[in-house]
C-alpha cells in the first residue's frame, strides 16, 4: 500500500499552469492531460498551486478528487483567462480561522484597521488619520489611477483609462487585455493561497460581497509590484490581441517565480489580519478534538492531512 498523499507547503510550489484542449484524467496514479490526439502529457500536481482551465477542457471525477486531495485548486476560465467561471476549491477554510477572519470583519474599528494596514503595506506609507474605509476607498482609488498613468507613460503605452465590459472581454483594447489576463493569474495564486492558509476567499475587507472578495483586497497589495509592470511590458510591445494574453500569462509566471511570491502570500495575510488586534477565538470547552491525529504536517493550515 502506498503511503497517503501529503499536500506541499504553498511557498514550495509551482505557481500556475494553463490548461486548453484536453480531457484531464488519472493514469497510472498520475494526473495526466490527453489531446485529441490521444498523446498524454504528465503534470506533477502536487507542486503546482493552481491550475487554469480554458475552453476544451474537460476534467474526470478522478482527477478533480487528485486536485483536492494534493491541495491544488482548479480554476475554470474563458478564453484568454480574463473570465473566472469557477473554481474547485481544494480545502476550504478551517472553522478557527474563518471566526477569526469573520470576527475581524465584523467588528468596525478592527475592519478599520486591517483596511489600514493594507493601504500601508500596498503604498508604503500610513494613510491620513481619522479617515473611514469609505474615505481610504476613494484616496486608494485616486492613487491607484495616477498609477496607471505612470506605468502607461514609463512603457510608452497609449492609455484611455481601466475599461472593459465583463460581457465582451474582447472589446477591450490590448492595455486592458494585457492587464486582465495579468490579473486574473494574480488571483488564481492568491486564491489558492488564501485557501492554503484556511481562510475565506470570500469575507472580505475592503471588497465585499463577492465570492473573491479576500481574494482582491489581498491580490490588490502586491498587483502593482508584480503584474500590472508585466501587462504594462508586454502591451508596449503592440502584440496582436490574440498572442496578448499568452505572452502576459508566462512574463507573470516568471515574476512569480523570480519574487518568490507564493512564499510570501501567506505570511502577508498574517500580518494583515493581525493588524486588526484581536485575539483569534478559542475552542470551546466542549468542543470535540479529532479522533485521529494524522500527526505533523507537510502542507499549510488550510490543507487537508
Known amino acids: ?70 491541495g491544488t485548486l482548479l480554476v475554470w476560465v474563458g478564453e484568454a483567462g480574463v473570465r473566472l467561471y469557477a473554481s474547485g476549491q481544494p480545502d476550504g477554510a478551517r472553522s478557527d480561522r474563518l471566526l477569526y477572519q469573520a470576527k475581524l470583519a465584523l467588528d468596525d474599528q478592527a475592519r478599520l484597521k486591517v483596511v489600514r494596514k493594507m493601504y500601508e503595506m500596498r503604498f508604503g506609507e500610513k494613510p491620513p488619520e481619522r479617515r473611514s474605509v469609505e474615505q481610504l476607498r476613494g484616496i486608494e482609488g485616486a492613487r491607484v489611477k495616477k498609477t496607471y498613468e505612470n506605468l502607461a507613460k514609463r512603457y510608452g503605452v497609449q492609455w484611455r483609462g481601466r475599461r472593459y465590459d465583463p460581457s465582451e472581454w474582447d472589446s477591450s483594447d490590448v492595455p486592458n487585455t494585457c492587464l486582465s489576463a495579468a490579473t486574473a493569474c494574480l488571483y488564481g495564486i492568491t486564491e489558492a493561497a488564501i485557501l492554503a492558509a484556511g481562510y475565506a476567499p470570500a469575507v472580505g475587507f475592503i471588497h465585499t460581497g463577492k465570492p473573491q472578495s479576500f481574494v482582491y483586497d489581498i491580490a490588490d497589495i502586491v498587483k502593482f509590484e508584480t503584474v500590472v509592470p508585466v501587462a504594462f511590458q508586454i502591451a508596449s510591445k503592440n502584440p496582436p490581441q490574440s498572442q496578448a494574453e499568452r505572452l502576459v500569462r508566462l512574463a507573470c509566471r516568471d515574476v512569480f517565480r523570480e519574487s518568490k511570491l507564493l512564499g510570501k502570500i501567506i505570511p502577508m495575510i498574517e500580518e494583515v489580519l493581525s493588524a486588526g488586534e484581536v485575539e483569534p477565538p478559542k475552542p470551546a470547552p466542549e468542543a470535540v478534538a479529532p479522533a485521529i491525529d494524522d500527526g505533523k504536517p507537510l502542507g499549510d493550515a488550510g490543507h487537508r492531512h
Open 1 to 70: 500500500m502506498l503511503p497517503p498523499l501529503k499536500p506541499i507547503a504553498m511557498k514550495e510550489r509551482i505557481s500556475m499552469i494553463f490548461i486548453e484542449y484536453g480531457e484531464i484524467d488519472v493514469l497510472d496514479g498520475a494526473f495526466v492531460v490527453i489531446d485529441k490526439t490521444g498523446v498524454r502529457t504528465h503534470i506533477p500536481i502536487g507542486s503546482i498551486a493552481c491550475i487554469m482551465l480554458e475552453p476544451g477542457t474537460r476534467v474526470s471525477h478522478r482527477a478533480a478528487a487528485l486536485a483536492a486531495r494534493v
